[in-house]
Protein backbone atom coordinates (compact mmCIF):
# COMPACT_ATOMS: atom_id res chain seq x y z
CA UNK A 1 0.00 0.00 0.00
CA UNK A 2 1.24 3.59 -0.99
CA UNK A 3 2.04 5.87 2.30
CA UNK A 4 -0.85 7.82 2.82
CA UNK A 5 0.04 11.48 3.11
CA UNK A 6 0.37 13.14 6.55
CA UNK A 7 -2.92 14.87 7.43
CA UNK A 8 -3.16 18.67 8.13
CA UNK A 9 -3.74 18.15 11.49
CA UNK A 10 -0.99 15.57 12.54
CA UNK A 11 1.28 18.57 10.22
CA UNK A 12 0.18 21.09 12.29
CA UNK A 13 0.80 19.47 15.77
CA UNK A 14 3.86 18.14 14.38
CA UNK A 15 4.39 21.66 13.88
CA UNK A 16 3.49 22.78 17.29
CA UNK A 17 5.60 20.24 19.15
CA UNK A 18 8.84 21.35 17.38
CA UNK A 19 7.84 25.25 18.64
CA UNK A 20 7.41 24.39 21.69
CA UNK A 21 10.65 22.26 21.69
CA UNK A 22 12.43 25.44 20.30
CA UNK A 23 10.93 27.18 23.08
CA UNK A 24 11.76 25.10 25.93
CA UNK A 25 15.06 25.10 24.50
CA UNK A 26 15.61 28.76 24.68
CA UNK A 27 14.13 29.97 27.56
CA UNK A 28 16.43 26.90 28.75
CA UNK A 29 19.68 28.67 27.23
CA UNK A 30 18.15 31.99 28.22
CA UNK A 31 17.30 30.75 32.29
CA UNK A 32 20.38 28.74 32.56
CA UNK A 33 22.94 30.52 30.13
CA UNK A 34 26.04 29.26 30.42
CA UNK A 35 27.47 25.95 29.33
CA UNK A 36 29.88 24.46 31.20
CA UNK A 37 31.88 21.17 31.87
CA UNK A 38 30.69 19.00 34.80
CA UNK A 39 32.76 17.68 37.34
CA UNK A 40 32.65 14.08 37.80
CA UNK A 41 35.06 11.52 38.39
CA UNK A 42 32.78 9.11 38.14
CA UNK A 43 31.87 6.61 41.63
CA UNK A 44 30.27 3.72 42.05
CA UNK A 45 26.56 2.92 41.65
CA UNK A 46 24.79 2.30 44.84
CA UNK A 47 21.38 1.12 45.95
CA UNK A 48 19.28 1.57 48.62
CA UNK A 49 17.08 3.57 50.91
CA UNK A 50 19.44 5.68 52.56
CA UNK A 51 22.12 7.81 50.68
CA UNK A 52 25.56 7.45 50.84
CA UNK A 53 27.63 9.38 53.01
CA UNK A 54 24.93 11.42 53.88
CA UNK A 55 24.77 13.25 57.80
CA UNK A 56 21.74 11.85 59.36
CA UNK A 57 18.42 13.47 59.04
CA UNK A 58 18.32 15.04 62.44
CA UNK A 59 21.83 16.45 61.78
CA UNK A 60 20.43 19.00 58.78
CA UNK A 61 19.92 21.94 59.87
CA UNK A 62 18.74 24.28 57.59
CA UNK A 63 20.02 27.38 58.76
CA UNK A 64 23.22 25.99 57.95
CA UNK A 65 22.88 26.69 54.34
CA UNK A 66 22.57 30.37 55.01
CA UNK A 67 25.54 30.98 57.65
CA UNK A 68 27.62 32.58 55.31
CA UNK A 69 25.97 34.35 52.33
CA UNK A 70 28.28 34.91 49.34
CA UNK A 71 27.48 37.92 47.00
CA UNK A 72 24.76 36.56 44.89
CA UNK A 73 27.25 37.45 41.70
CA UNK A 74 30.08 35.18 43.39
CA UNK A 75 27.82 31.78 43.03
CA UNK A 76 28.15 29.39 40.97
CA UNK A 77 25.25 27.71 38.90
CA UNK A 78 24.67 24.04 38.86
CA UNK A 79 22.03 22.68 37.05
CA UNK A 80 19.66 19.57 38.02
CA UNK A 81 17.15 18.24 35.43
CA UNK A 82 13.69 16.53 36.93
CA UNK A 83 12.01 14.11 34.67
CA UNK A 84 9.58 10.89 34.72
CA UNK A 85 6.09 10.39 33.71
CA UNK A 86 3.20 12.63 34.26
CA UNK A 87 1.99 12.20 37.76
CA UNK A 88 5.25 10.73 39.25
CA UNK A 89 5.70 13.90 41.49
CA UNK A 90 7.99 16.44 40.27
CA UNK A 91 6.23 19.40 40.18
CA UNK A 92 5.74 18.54 43.91
CA UNK A 93 8.95 18.12 44.70
CA UNK A 94 10.01 21.31 43.27
CA UNK A 95 7.49 22.66 45.33
CA UNK A 96 8.42 21.34 48.10
CA UNK A 97 11.95 22.27 48.17
CA UNK A 98 10.73 25.60 47.38
CA UNK A 99 8.82 25.70 50.58
CA UNK A 100 5.46 25.35 48.84
CA UNK A 101 2.92 22.72 49.98
CA UNK A 102 1.71 20.30 47.28
CA UNK A 103 -1.05 20.99 45.41
CA UNK A 104 -4.42 19.15 45.42
CA UNK A 105 -4.40 16.84 42.96
CA UNK A 106 -2.64 16.40 39.42
CA UNK A 107 -2.19 19.27 37.63
CA UNK A 108 -0.02 18.72 34.62
CA UNK A 109 2.96 20.70 33.38
CA UNK A 110 2.50 21.49 30.10
CA UNK A 111 5.86 22.77 29.16
CA UNK A 112 8.96 23.28 32.16
CA UNK A 113 8.86 24.61 35.55
CA UNK A 114 11.63 25.81 37.40
CA UNK A 115 12.65 26.79 40.64
CA UNK A 116 16.39 28.19 41.85
CA UNK A 117 17.70 27.33 45.59
CA UNK A 118 20.52 29.33 46.68
CA UNK A 119 22.97 27.17 49.07
CA UNK A 120 26.41 28.36 51.02
CA UNK A 121 28.55 27.99 48.01
CA UNK A 122 26.20 27.90 45.07
CA UNK A 123 22.96 28.27 43.24
CA UNK A 124 20.71 25.08 42.09
CA UNK A 125 18.52 25.53 39.18
CA UNK A 126 16.02 23.04 38.89
CA UNK A 127 14.21 22.12 35.74
CA UNK A 128 11.08 19.83 35.29
CA UNK A 129 10.05 18.75 31.65
CA UNK A 130 6.58 17.58 31.67
CA UNK A 131 5.99 13.86 31.52
CA UNK A 132 3.09 14.08 29.73
CA UNK A 133 3.85 12.01 26.07
CA UNK A 134 4.32 14.26 23.70
CA UNK A 135 6.78 16.44 26.03
CA UNK A 136 8.96 13.28 26.74
CA UNK A 137 10.29 13.37 23.18
CA UNK A 138 12.22 16.36 24.22
CA UNK A 139 14.02 15.22 27.40
CA UNK A 140 16.91 13.66 25.87
CA UNK A 141 17.42 17.34 24.04
CA UNK A 142 18.54 18.46 27.69
CA UNK A 143 20.41 15.66 29.54
CA UNK A 144 23.68 16.49 28.20
CA UNK A 145 23.36 20.24 29.52
CA UNK A 146 23.12 19.44 33.11
CA UNK A 147 24.92 17.76 36.29
CA UNK A 148 22.04 15.68 37.98
CA UNK A 149 19.25 14.13 36.47
CA UNK A 150 16.48 13.44 39.02
CA UNK A 151 14.38 10.35 37.63
CA UNK A 152 11.04 10.34 39.53
CA UNK A 153 8.90 7.47 39.77
CA UNK A 154 5.24 6.72 41.09
CA UNK A 155 6.15 3.56 42.76
CA UNK A 156 2.73 2.67 43.08
CA UNK A 157 1.81 2.75 39.10
CA UNK A 158 2.96 -0.57 38.78
CA UNK A 159 0.63 -0.21 35.14
CA UNK A 160 3.14 1.82 33.38
CA UNK A 161 6.54 0.68 34.98
CA UNK A 162 7.48 -0.65 31.76
CA UNK A 163 7.29 3.14 30.77
CA UNK A 164 9.29 4.44 33.16
CA UNK A 165 11.77 2.33 32.77
CA UNK A 166 11.68 2.41 28.78
CA UNK A 167 12.32 6.41 29.26
CA UNK A 168 14.72 6.09 32.11
CA UNK A 169 16.99 3.82 30.26
CA UNK A 170 16.61 6.37 26.97
CA UNK A 171 18.08 8.83 29.18
CA UNK A 172 20.94 6.94 30.87
CA UNK A 173 22.03 6.17 27.11
CA UNK A 174 21.84 9.48 25.92
CA UNK A 175 24.40 10.08 28.70
CA UNK A 176 26.70 7.52 30.30
CA UNK A 177 28.47 10.25 32.63
CA UNK A 178 25.65 11.89 34.16
CA UNK A 179 24.94 10.93 37.69
CA UNK A 180 21.08 10.13 37.80
CA UNK A 181 19.23 10.15 41.12
CA UNK A 182 16.19 7.84 40.66
CA UNK A 183 13.00 8.56 43.26
CA UNK A 184 10.81 5.97 44.09
CA UNK A 185 8.19 8.18 45.00
CA UNK A 186 4.81 7.98 46.64
CA UNK A 187 6.18 5.15 49.12
CA UNK A 188 3.42 5.98 51.54
CA UNK A 189 0.98 4.15 49.43
CA UNK A 190 -0.46 0.62 50.14
CA UNK A 191 0.47 -0.67 46.49
CA UNK A 192 3.98 1.00 46.15
CA UNK A 193 7.00 -0.97 44.99
CA UNK A 194 9.66 -1.39 47.36
CA UNK A 195 13.25 -0.12 46.12
CA UNK A 196 14.34 -4.02 45.19
CA UNK A 197 11.74 -4.63 43.21
CA UNK A 198 11.56 -1.38 41.43
CA UNK A 199 15.33 -1.73 41.38
CA UNK A 200 14.36 -5.03 39.17
CA UNK A 201 11.42 -3.71 37.32
CA UNK A 202 13.67 -0.63 36.42
CA UNK A 203 16.48 -2.89 34.85
CA UNK A 204 18.80 -0.72 37.35
CA UNK A 205 21.21 -4.38 38.01
CA UNK A 206 22.15 -4.13 34.48
CA UNK A 207 23.20 -0.20 34.92
CA UNK A 208 27.48 0.14 34.62
CA UNK A 209 28.32 -0.18 38.30
CA UNK A 210 31.08 2.38 37.60
CA UNK A 211 27.80 4.73 36.82
CA UNK A 212 26.52 6.89 39.76
CA UNK A 213 22.91 5.90 39.88
CA UNK A 214 20.92 6.26 42.86
CA UNK A 215 17.72 4.93 44.33
CA UNK A 216 16.08 6.73 46.78
CA UNK A 217 12.42 5.42 48.45
CA UNK A 218 10.10 8.86 49.46
CA UNK A 219 7.06 10.38 49.92
CA UNK A 220 7.05 13.54 48.70
CA UNK A 221 3.61 14.38 49.92
CA UNK A 222 2.50 11.81 52.16
CA UNK A 223 -0.80 11.43 52.77
CA UNK A 224 -0.90 11.25 56.38
CA UNK A 225 1.35 11.32 59.34
CA UNK A 226 3.70 9.38 60.30
CA UNK A 227 5.81 8.39 57.24
CA UNK A 228 8.94 7.46 57.98
CA UNK A 229 10.56 7.41 54.63
CA UNK A 230 13.18 9.45 53.54
CA UNK A 231 11.89 12.64 51.63
CA UNK A 232 12.53 15.94 50.45
CA UNK A 233 15.58 16.46 52.66
CA UNK A 234 17.40 13.48 52.12
CA UNK A 235 17.03 14.01 48.40
CA UNK A 236 18.16 17.34 48.37
CA UNK A 237 21.52 16.22 50.85
CA UNK A 238 22.14 13.73 47.89
CA UNK A 239 21.71 16.29 45.35
CA UNK A 240 24.46 18.66 46.96
CA UNK A 241 27.11 16.25 47.43
CA UNK A 242 26.46 15.10 44.17
CA UNK A 243 26.75 19.14 43.25
CA UNK A 244 29.68 19.52 45.37
N1 LIG B 1 0.29 9.74 47.76
C1 LIG B 1 1.23 10.53 47.25
N2 LIG B 1 0.90 11.40 46.29
C2 LIG B 1 1.88 12.19 45.81
C3 LIG B 1 3.21 12.14 46.28
N3 LIG B 1 3.95 13.03 45.59
C4 LIG B 1 3.10 13.62 44.72
N4 LIG B 1 1.86 13.13 44.85
C5 LIG B 1 0.65 13.50 44.10
O1 LIG B 1 0.77 13.06 42.75
C6 LIG B 1 0.05 13.95 41.89
C7 LIG B 1 0.90 14.35 40.72
O2 LIG B 1 1.97 15.12 41.19
P1 LIG B 1 2.74 16.17 40.27
O3 LIG B 1 3.86 16.69 41.11
O4 LIG B 1 1.82 17.16 39.69
O5 LIG B 1 3.29 15.23 39.11
P2 LIG B 1 4.25 15.60 37.91
O6 LIG B 1 5.30 14.56 37.86
O7 LIG B 1 4.72 17.01 38.03
O8 LIG B 1 3.30 15.44 36.64
P3 LIG B 1 3.40 16.15 35.19
O9 LIG B 1 3.61 17.61 35.39
O10 LIG B 1 2.09 15.84 34.53
O11 LIG B 1 4.54 15.51 34.45
C8 LIG B 1 -0.41 15.12 42.77
O12 LIG B 1 -1.76 14.90 43.10
C9 LIG B 1 0.47 15.00 44.01
O13 LIG B 1 -0.15 15.53 45.17
C10 LIG B 1 3.52 11.20 47.33
O14 LIG B 1 4.64 11.08 47.81
N5 LIG B 1 2.49 10.43 47.76
MG1 LIG C 1 4.50 18.66 36.81
Given at each position: ????????????????????????????????????ERRWDGGEAWWGTEPARLPEWDE????????????LEELEQREVLVLGLDGSGKSTFLRVLAGKPPLEGHIPTW???????????????????GGSQNLRFYWKEFVNEVDVLVFMVDSADRLRMPWARQE??????????????????????????????LQQELGLQAVDNQREVFLLAASIAPAGAGFENPGTVHIWRLLLELLS
Amino acid sequence: MAPRPLSPLVLALGGAAAVLGSVIFILWKTYFGRGRERRWDGGEAWWGTEPARLPEWDEWDPEDEADEEPALEELEQREVLVLGLDGSGKSTFLRVLAGKPPLEGHIPTWGFNSVRLPTKNFEVDLLEIGGSQNLRFYWKEFVNEVDVLVFMVDSADRLRMPWARQELHKLLDKDPDLPVVIVANKQDLSEAMSVVELQQELGLQAVDNQREVFLLAASIAPAGAGFENPGTVHIWRLLLELLS
